[in-house]
Structure formats: structure tokens, C-alpha cells
């Protein structure tokens, strides 16, 4: 059922989205159970059936709730500071359904996570990885490492989620991996066990992919000829999903899972494949509710003033990034408006220059797309507290799944 309008309201999972503004409040973030079971599902039977190890990259949207739903359905998961992995431990995952990524590590991240044996650390440098040689040794252990090779493959995005490029702060160039590989006695108490890439974020073709499996074929293969040989090749994530149309069933994008999954398992077929996807699974399974506070006119330019802000959502502002605007009740003449918050900056725009539905004072608002990247990037900015989280279950009933802050909260981290 998803997020569908019934008699022109619309709902979420059968539940009316006017009932849970008027229970939650808003801006709220609310997610639909169902969407994210079978976002899961799919990715499950795309990879996991075909050998791949999958692990959500947690950053996309780190409630505790969505993790153990995904861990429940056998998912890892991916990780990037101490505060992940410490919510990663309160879920319950072990040690090896963790992988550490990120550009750096300190050295009390690298310590816990020693500490808490997970499976391996993606590294994407020589400081780190003497850093964690260091650490290693000290703990009388011994580190799983995938070095992050930057491939320099253009992954046909905006360029801020641009991440295999050389300009890109991302990973190290082939031959810094091949030397790492080539040295591995320089480093005891690591164990090189592969290599990982991750070329950037919302990529909906499948030939950057493609040029990244065929890339990876071929070094791997002068590797092999150098004697250089391991076990794991992680793809990263970056898997696009369809902002134009936030309701569309994941089914759509399925095809093109498949042939990134097909073609990997074809060229990399003696590699244990990873990949570690985080806005496919929840991005379109969430919505940002939030009610208009009015509109105004600069000249001939349109605003619909909304409660919620680039706090929210700043992919639009950071990004440019295009999230849909849909109205509660959907039978209404449209214009070309700006959706802006509240927040004191020119920037706080959730839509620019768009042809949106018209809104009235205090109607609700509905912007689409707003399960990844949104909640995980929320912040404070202004003194705002962070936006609840609301989860429309399976029969239909509704849990706060993340309280909004408190002003007491806010205040007391001052005193
Ligand atoms: C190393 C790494 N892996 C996985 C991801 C997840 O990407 P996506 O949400 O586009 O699937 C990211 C996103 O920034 C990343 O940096």
C-alpha cells in the first residue's frame, strides 16, 4: 500500500497522514514499515541470494528502530565514527557484521572497534594504516583491512557525492594499493584481505558500475600475475533511487540491481563480494511531514513559508537536490512557488522554483524522499530540536521511534 492517497488524503500504510500530524506534531520524519521490509527484501534477493555480503551503510539513517529491522533481516552493517559503532552495539550486532569505513579514524575509534573484533576496517591511507598497524599490535591483535582504492571513475553525479574521482578526498591511488599489497610484511599485524571502492552516491546509470566492476577485473588480475592475491572485494554503495517519483515501488529499480549484481558476479566471480547500499533501503520509505505557516510574495516571486528547514533537510540546500512536494489533500490547482523554512539563511529552501500544488495556511505539506541522508543530517541550527521519527507499522499502528529534543535537552548541554 505505501504512501498512497485515499479518497485524496493522503496516507501511509492505510494510516491517515492528517491523524499523525495531529498526534506527533510537526516537522516529523515518518517512515512506512512495509517499504523498508520489502527495500530489504529486494536487496536480499538481488545480492544476498547471489553470494553477496550486505551491509546497510548506517549513515543514511542511523535509528535504532530501522537497524534492528535490518538486522533482523540478516543485513550488516557499515559504519563511520564511534557513535555508530556504539549504536551498532546497542542493536546488537557482532563484532562480524561490522565494517569500519570513513576517510579517518581516531585513535580511540580504532581501539573500540579492536575492542569489539568487528570484521574489517576499510583504510584509505598510510597514516591510518600505520595508525592501526599501531593499535593492532598494541592490542596483541591482528586487523582485517580492505584497502579503499579511488579508482578515478566519473560515477555521473553531483559532484559533492562524488567520491571515485582523484580529486575526490576518497581512497588512495592504485599504485598506493599495489605497494600496500606488495609490502604486506611492512605491516604484521594487519591482514590484507581486499580491496574496496566506493565511487560516489545517488548513481542511477548502471555504466559507472559497470566501468568500476571491469576496472576492478583488470587490476585484480595484474595483481594475480604479481602474486598478490585476496579474498574480498567490496562495491560500495551508492545505488540510486527515483526522486521525480518517491512512490514508485522498488521493483523499478530492481533490473538494475540485478545487472550490476550479474555483471560483478560474472568478472569478480572468485572474490567474496560486498556491498554496502544506504539510501536504496530507506530513502523512498520516508516522507517529511510539515505544516505551512504561511506564504508571501517578493514581486513576482512565490514563497510557502513550511515548519520544516534545511534541519530537517539540507540535502537541497547542500546538494541541490530535488525532493517532491506533494499536498495532503490532492486536488488542488498548482503554482510556481519556493518552499522555504523558517531558518535564518537564504539557502533554507526545501524546493525552488517549482509547480507545486497551492497551500493554504496551516495545511499540511508533504516532502518526498525523506527516509535517507535527512534525519541522520538533522541538526540544531537556529536552536531547533530535532524532528521526531514515526514509524507506520505493518497493521497499520504508529510508534514514535525517536522522540522530538526537548528544549531542556538542548539547553543542558550548556550548563
Ligand atoms: C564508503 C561508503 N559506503 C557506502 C555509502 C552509502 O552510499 P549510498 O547511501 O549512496 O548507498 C557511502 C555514502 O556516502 C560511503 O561513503
Known amino acids: 500500500m505505501a504512501f498512497t492517497y485515499i479518497d485524496k488524503r493522503?496516507?501511509?500504510?492505510?494510516?491517515?497522514?492528517?491523524?499523525?500530524?495531529g498526534k506527533y506534531g510537526t516537522p516529523a520524519y515518518i517512515y512506512s514499515e512495509q517499504i523498508l521490509r520489502r527495500n530489504a527484501d529486494v536487496l536480499k534477493n538481488v545480492f544476498v541470494e547471489r553470494g553477496f555480503k550486505v551491509s546497510y551503510a548506517m549513515k543514511a539513517n542511523a535509528n535504532p528502530t530501522i537497524l534492528n529491522l535490518f538486522k533482523n533481516k540478516g543485513l550488516g552493517v557499515d559504519i563511520v565514527s564511534e557513535g555508530e559503532l556504539r549504536m551498532a552495539e546497542h542493536c546488537g550486532f557482532k563484532g562480524p557484521e561490522?565494517?569500519?569505513?570513513?576517510?579517518?579514524?581516531?585513535?580511540?575509534?580504532?581501539?573500540?572497534?579492536?575492542?569489539?573484533?568487528?570484521?574489517?576496517?576499510?583504510?584509505?591511507?598510510?597514516?591510518?594504516?600505520?595508525?592501526?598497524?599501531?593499535?593492532?599490535?598494541?592490542a596483541g591483535k591482528k586487523a582485517s583491512v580492505l584497502l579503499r582504492l579511488n579508482p578515478d571513475i566519473d560515477p555521473q553525479t553531483h559532484p559533492h557525492i562524488s567520491t571515485g574521482l582523484k580529486q575526490n578526498k576518497f581512497g588512495m591511488s592504485p599504485e598506493k594499493v599495489r605497494?600496500?599489497?606488495?609490502?604486506?610484511?611492512?605491516?604484521?599485524?594487519?591482514?590484507?584481505?581486499?580491496?574496496?571502492?566506493?565511487?560516489?552516491?545517488?548513481?542511477?546509470?548502471?555504466?559507472?558500475?559497470y566501468d568500476l566492476i571491469d576496472y576492478l577485473e583488470e587490476f585484480t588480475s595484474t595483481l594475480r600475475s604479481e602474486g598478490v592475491e585476496f579474498k574480498h572485494i567490496d562495491l560500495g554503495g551508492g545505488?540510486?533511487?527515483?526522486?521525480?517519483?518517491?512512490?514508485?515501488?522498488?521493483?523499478?529499480?530492481?533490473?538494475?540491481?540485478e545487472s550490476i549484481a550479474e555483471r560483478a558476479k560474472e568478472k569478480l566471480r572468485d572474490y567474496q563480494l560486498h556491498i554496502q547500499p544506504g539510501r536504496v533501503l530507506v530513502a523512498n520509505a520516508g516522507i517529511l511531514l510539515?505544516?505551512?505557516?504561511?506564504?508571501?510574495?517578493?514581486?513576482?516571486?512565490?514563497?510557502?513559508?513550511?515548519?520544516g528547514a534545511t534541519t530537517d533537510l539540507i540535502r537541497p540546500a547542500l546538494y541541490d537536490a530535488?525532493?517532491?512536494?506533494?499536498?495532503?489533500?490532492?486536488?488542488?490547482?498548482?503554482?510556481?512557488?519556493?518552499?522555504?523554512?523558517?531558518?535564518?539563511?537564504s539557502s533554507d529552501a526545501l524546493a525552488r522554483n517549482r509547480e507545486i500544488p497551492e497551500f493554504a495556511k496551516d495545511e499540511l505539506m508533504i516532502i518526498g524522499s525523506a527516509g535517507a541522508y535527512a534525519s541522520s543530517m538533522g541538526s540544531t541550527y537556529n536552536l531547533r530540536p530535532l524532528s521526531p521519527e514515526i514509524l507506520v507499522g505493518i497493521s497499520g499502528e504508529t510508534q514514535l521511534i525517536r522522540?522530538?529534543?526537548?528544549?531542556?535537552?538542548?539547553?543542558s548541554l550548556y550548563q
Open 322 to 345: 530535488y525532493h517532491s512536494v506533494y499536498s495532503y489533500q490532492n486536488d488542488r490547482p498548482t503554482h510556481v512557488a519556493d518552499v522555504v523554512g523558517p531558518v535564518c539563511e
Open 179 to 209: 605497494h600496500f599489497l606488495t609490502h604486506t610484511e611492512m605491516y604484521p599485524h594487519i591482514r590484507f584481505d581486499g580491496i574496496h571502492c566506493h565511487i560516489g552516491s545517488q548513481i542511477v546509470q548502471p555504466q559507472p558500475f
Open 98 to 138: 561490522i565494517n569500519f569505513a570513513g576517510v579517518g579514524k581516531s585513535i580511540k575509534e580504532l581501539d573500540l572497534a579492536l575492542e569489539f573484533k568487528i570484521d574489517h576496517f576499510n583504510v584509505e591511507s598510510r597514516f591510518e594504516l600505520e595508525q592501526l598497524e599501531e593499535r593492532a599490535k598494541n
Open 239 to 257: 545505488f540510486g533511487v527515483n526522486y521525480n517519483d518517491p512512490f514508485e515501488d522498488i521493483l523499478e529499480t530492481t533490473p538494475f540491481l
Open 403 to 411: 522522540d522530538r529534543q526537548s528544549f531542556d535537552e538542548m539547553i
Open 290 to 307: 510539515t505544516r505551512v505557516l504561511g506564504n508571501k510574495e517578493n514581486g513576482d516571486h512565490h514563497f510557502v513559508i513550511v515548519d
Open 10 to 21: 493522503l496516507h501511509c500504510d492505510g494510516v491517515d497522514l492528517h491523524d499523525v500530524a
